[in-house]
Structure formats: structure tokens, C-alpha cells
């Protein structure tokens, strides 16, 4: 923690109720004050910090009534200590300095105990109660429903990615939990599911099952399927195998996955695991976005390690990473361990498209070279990782630049076509088994757009296709 003394304007400093320990302002208090200052009284400095997200302002971490009685007064500047908090709470910080003064009232310190926990339930009762000025067993009493919610929070992920096969160490990592901690949770497991399973038995719904014990469904359908074979499976998730090698589908089932920009229906993933993998096979999915992978092997009984570059703390099963080209041209793998996948489901961004509702960082943001030159190096990392028996699912479309272009007109400037994949995958040692339609649903597109298309004689594309592949030689 650093600190530097300097004169401050009091424009420039706010009050954040976020990090306030109090109810509010004691106004009588701030009058006693304004009469000191008028007399010529020297107060010892406030105390602030660099507000977050607001360049030039502070905010309050001591000295609420100082500052009201120097603003009543018509002061400009203020003498003030700027803190660098260091990771600090500054709600425990800015408790623990008034209570120097004052002790919170009940309600304060109950209050402040319980925000500064839901910030960071990491904190201890102990050290809580010391910033609140109560002892740790008050502070357990305060916090103990929130602790609560959340060991049950923490249950609910880690069965999760159990469920999943994500190995202990990286669940530990992903939670931020030790080990001991771990073990803990994960002997709750088989009490968890009965209870789960007991209300299944009495004909509770999955949906209704799920919001009871605060589950998602993919989770629930993981136990109400149990030891039921794939096509069973199918048919108590209404959908329809498809026997043939054309799977469309107008609609994402939204049981399964998260609203995502580019979005996969859930059924198509659940056919390619059908045709593809086995019941316990493990599937990895290096770009899951929304999570419709790991969902549907929830629902269908496989496990799965899902990456993706985007950090969701709802999503504990799709752990963070970022594959880039590092200076060898090669991206790094994500995990030590040896256990290699059974199939691999890759859907990355379609070239740039929906490029918009990516990080900047995105492949999409490459330019058409750098994109295919990427791939080529995931193909030949993935084979590298891969086992002789191992599939893998590549999932995209033609990109042509067809926007205000007539089709006739289209000069196949910039596109990437689905052959352009097929060369790099040959090159990579990948032998293409089946290549499958799987069109976009059409039905998002107004008639106004569709009816400017045809005036102009623009083809658009829906197509899209899987395509699977086995390690050729
Ligand atoms: C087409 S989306 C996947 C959608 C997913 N199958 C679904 O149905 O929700 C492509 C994903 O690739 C991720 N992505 C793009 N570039 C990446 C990179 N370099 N490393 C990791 N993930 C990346 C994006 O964050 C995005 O979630």
C-alpha cells in the first residue's frame, strides 16, 4: 500500500456508497465541523482513492464529514492523502478507519459485513470483524446465510465440472479453492444428486427440478437420463435423429447453451457426438463461446474440456485460454496432462463474421492469411494432442464477400471457401471421413432484406457444413 499527502480539489472527490460503512451523513455532525473550519480549525486529512473508471476523481475512503463541512463552507481545495489500496477491500479499509472515531451501529456493521463477503467470499469472519469492529462470531452469525448460498454455489460448479471429468487440480485452479477444500465439496456430491434424483422420482419436471435446486437444466437432464442409451436419450429431449447426411434445424434449443454470437443448435452438436463418440468419450471443444458443448455432454453423458478465450464466471466448465501464434508459430496447449480427446468439436469464428460480438482479439480480427495461417497451425497443434483413433468435427462455411455484390458480379476476391479448409486440413494430416450440410435457419432474415437480395441478384449463405476428419497414414 503506498500513499502520497497533497492539496486536492474538493470537486474532484465523490462519496461511493459502494465502500460507504454507513447509513449516511450525520448532518449535525457535519454543522460541528463547519463551525470548527470557520474558526480557523485544522482537521488532519481526508483520506482517498483513485476512483476506478473515473480519471481525475477520487473517492472517499475517510472523512465523509470533513469533506460536507469543507463543501459547506466554500472551500476549493482540501488537504488529502491518496491511497493506493493494493488490493485492499477499500470497504473494510474505509470500516476499519470509522470506526476509529465511532463504532458502526448494528446495522452498519451487519451491513458492511455482508457486502464486503459478497464482494470477496474469501474474506474470514475474522478479519471482516476486525475492519467492523465486531467480534468473528457476530460476524459468522451475520454472513452465515450468504456463506451458505454460496458452499452450495461452489457444490453446483464443482459437480459440474466433475461430472465433466475436468481433472481436481484444474477445478482447485479454476474456483481459486485448495485442495482440502476441494475434497470436501466433492464428498458432497452423491448426497446432492440423490437429493436431485428423489425429486426427479416424484415426476418434478427437469425445468422445475433445476430453478428448486438453483441447477442448470443441462445439469438435471445429466441425472434424468442416466444409464439410458443415445437414442433414448433423444427421444426424452424431443428431438428427432436425423438418418441422413442433411441436418437443419430452424431453431437453437435453448435448454442447451448460452445466447452467443454464432450461436450452434444444440442438436447438431448432439448428432455429431451421436455418429462420432461413444457414452463417456471425451470431447474437447476449443472455442465453446456459449457452452452448447458441454451442455449437451452433460445431457448425453460424455465428458468434455471446453476452452475459450472468453472469462465466464457462470461458465466455470469453460476454462479461459487463448490460443495465438507465439514466436515458433505454434499456439500453446492448454493443459499438462496427457489424456487425449476422443473427438474434437472446433467452431471457430466463420472468418470475420460476427466479428463484432467478439473480443478484439478474436481470430476474427485477423486478416484472411493470418486466419488460415492460424488454423493451419491449430490443425497440425490438435494432431500433435490428438490419438490415432481421434476425430475431429470442423465446423463452417463458404465466406464470400457478397454484400451489395450481384452473384454474377462476385469477383472471389478475399473468399474463403470450404475447400480452402479441406486443402489445410489435407496438408495438416487430417483425411476428411464425411463432410455433413448443416444449414443456418434462413428464418432470421426480414422479408425487406430477402426482397432487396433478390432485386439486386444477391446470393447470400446459409450453408454451413461439418466436416469430419481421421488422422490420415
Ligand atoms: C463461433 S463461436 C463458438 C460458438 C459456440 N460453438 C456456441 O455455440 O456457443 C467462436 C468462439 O471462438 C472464440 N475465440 C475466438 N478467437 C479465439 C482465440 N484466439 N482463443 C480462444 N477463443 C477464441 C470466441 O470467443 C467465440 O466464443
Known amino acids: 500500500m503506498t500513499q502520497r499527502t497533497t492539496k486536492i480539489p474538493i470537486s474532484s472527490i465523490i462519496l461511493d456508497e459502494d465502500i460507504y460503512p454507513r447509513k449516511g451523513i450525520d448532518h449535525r455532525r457535519v454543522g460541528i465541523f463547519s463551525e470548527h473550519i470557520r474558526d480557523g480549525f485544522e482537521f488532519d486529512p481526508i483520506e482517498v482513492e483513485p476512483a476506478p473508471d473515473k480519471p481525475g476523481r477520487y473517492r472517499l475512503l475517510d472523512g465523509a464529514h470533513r469533506w460536507s463541512a469543507y463543501k459547506t463552507t466554500g472551500k476549493d481545495n482540501v488537504e488529502a492523502i491518496i491511497q493506493e489500496l ?7 479499509y474505509a470500516a476499519k478507519k470509522a470506526i476509529g472515531p465511532r463504532q458502526l451501529t448494528e446495522d452498519e456493521a451487519r451491513n458492511t459485513a455482508r457486502r464486503a463477503y459478497k464482494n470477496n467470499s474469501k474474506l474470514s469472519a475474522a478479519e471482516i470483524g476486525t475492519a467492523v469492529g465486531r467480534a468473528r462470531q457476530t460476524v459468522d452469525i451475520y454472513i452465515a446465510d450468504l456463506r451458505a448460498a454460496n458452499q452450495m454455489g461452489m457444490d453446483i460448479k464443482i459437480f459440474c465440472m466433475n461430472r465433466l471429468g475436468v481433472p481436481q487440480d484444474r477445478i482447485s485452479k479454476r ?40 441447477w442448470t437444466d443441462p445439469m438435471v437432464w445429466s441425472l434424468a437420463l442416466e444409464g439410458k442409451d443415445d437414442r433414448d436419450r ?12 442433411q441436418w437443419d434445424f430452424n431453431d437453437c434449443d435453448k435448454r442447451f447453451g448460452d445466447d452467443w454470437p454464432g450461436r450452434i443448435p444444440a442438436q447438431l452438436i448432439a448428432h455429431i457426438l451421436f455418429y462420432f463418440s461413444s457414452p463417456d468419450d471425451l470431447i474437447l471443444d476449443p472455442m465453446a463461446g456459449g457452452g452448447v458443448t458441454p451442455d449437451i455432454c452433460l445431457a448425453l453423458g460424455r465428458r ?18 487463448t490460443w495465438t501464434l507465439s514466436s515458433n508459430g505454434h499456439p500453446a496447449w492448454p493443459v499438462s496432462s496427457k489424456t487425449k480427446a476422443d473427438l ?31 488454423l493451419e497451425a491449430l490443425f497440425t497443434l490438435v494432431k500433435r494432442h490428438a490419438k490415432k483413433t481421434t476425430r475431429l468435427a470442423f465446423i463452417n462455411a463458404d465466406w464470400r464477400d457478397f ?36 444449414p443456418m435457419s434462413a428464418q432470421r432474415f426480414s422479408a425487406v432484406v430477402v426482397s432487396a437480395m433478390q432485386k439486386k441478384r444477391i446470393l447470400g449463405v446459409t ?11
Open 344 to 374: 474434437i468439436i472446433f467452431d471457430p469464428p466463420y472468418f470475420n463474421k460476427k466479428a463484432d460480438g467478439y473480443d478484439e482479439k478474436s481470430i476474427s480480427g485477423l486478416s484472411q492469411d493470418e486466419y488460415l495461417e492460424f
Open 86 to 92: 493494493d488490493g485492499i477491500d477499500p470497504l473494510l
Open 304 to 321: 468434455c474440456w471446453a476452452f475459450d478465450m472468453m472469462d465466464q464466471s457462470k461458465r466455470p466448465e469453460i476454462e479461459p485460454h
Open 403 to 438: 454484400q451489395s455484390t450481384p452473384a454474377s458480379e462476385e469477383t472471389g476476391k478475399g473468399a474463403i471457401m470450404i475447400d480452402d479448409y479441406l486443402d489445410i486440413l489435407k496438408r495438416t494430416g487430417w483425411q476428411r471421413t464425411h463432410i455433413i450440410q448443416a
Open 463 to 473: 450453408s454451413r457444413y461439418v466436416i469430419v476428419l481421421k488422422q490420415s497414414g
Open 234 to 245: 433423444f427421444k426424452e429431449l424431443g428431438w428427432g435423429l436425423r438418418t441422413w447426411d
Open 175 to 214: 474456483l481459486g479453492l485448495a485442495r482440502t477444500s476441494l475434497h470436501y465439496h466433492l464428498s458432497k456430491m452423491p448426497t446432492l444428486a440423490s437429493s436431485t434424483n428423489s425429486d426427479l422420482s416424484q415426476g418434478f419436471t427437469v425445468s422445475q427440478v433445476a430453478q428448486k435446486h438453483g
